[in-house]
């Protein structure tokens, strides 16, 4: 297969940063060799090759080792940023005081919830569409709710019907407007993370100390 010529590209814009769901991912949340091959090739000529999702680093390191290459990755939506040698460089971490009152409302409204840590994907109860979405590390574990209390979150996330959760982020939005951070990473997916904490501002971050210029970066997400 023939690849674009990304030389000329390459002069101007010097920084490609990558959503992975919607994005780099097919439907089936894999890589094409297509994919591979031309950001392979995007490295061999020496631009610089972030990824910003929301997954967790667990899940993304799969994709970093097919890509090869010194990649920085932004996980859990900004609330880690890893370097390309896997270097923890970045955190950001709800308040254990939010542990309790987000699985409440994940109860009331009858969604999934999820909690992101530093190591596990904790869920509220077994989920196969969640399960299917895993292609790398661990999977999830089941959440034991006695350790709320001692719970640090890099985010939470529900998971349901796209009305439920409208109807969710209004309440949290109107109970808690400074707070925290609301998004929607996907209709199904409803994402809180700590106020200002989000894939811009870690990307901001990376920038200081990386030390590139947003006018020679270009980002791509759906």
Request: proline share 3%; hydrophobic share 40%.
């Amino acid at each position: 297969m023939q690849l674009p010529d990304m030389q000329a590209a390459a002069t101007s814009i010097d920084t490609f940063i990558f959503d992975l769901d919607g994005t780099l991912l097919n439907a089936q949340h894999q890589l094409s060799v297509t994919t591979v091959a031309v950001l392979q090739q995007l490295q061999q000529q020496g631009a610089r090759v972030v990824i910003a999702t929301g997954r967790h680093i667990n899940d993304v390191r799969g994709y970093l080792s097919q890509l090869g290459g010194e990649i920085t990755a932004i996980s859990c939506n900004g609330a880690n940023i890893h370097a390309g040698n896997g270097e923890l460089i970045y955190r950001q971490a709800l308040s254990t005081e939010w542990n309790l009152p987000l699985l409440r409302l994940g109860q009331q409204f009858a969604v999934h919830t999820s909690f992101y840590t530093d190591e596990h994907w904790l869920v509220s109860a077994d989920n196969a569409d969640l399960a299917a979405v895993q292609q790398h590390g661990p999977g999830y574990q089941l959440l034991d709710v006695a350790q709320l209390p001692g719970l640090s979150a890099l985010k939470v996330m529900f998971y349901g019907e796209h009305q439920l959760l409208q109807q969710l982020k209004q309440q949290i939005a109107g109970q808690w407007p400074q707070q925290l951070h609301l998004t929607f990473s996907d209709p199904h997916y409803l994402e809180v993370m700590p106020a200002g904490c989000c894939k811009g501002q870690a990307l901001q971050f990376l920038r200081q100390q990386q030390q590139f210029c947003l006018q020679q970066s270009i980002a791509f997400g759906d």
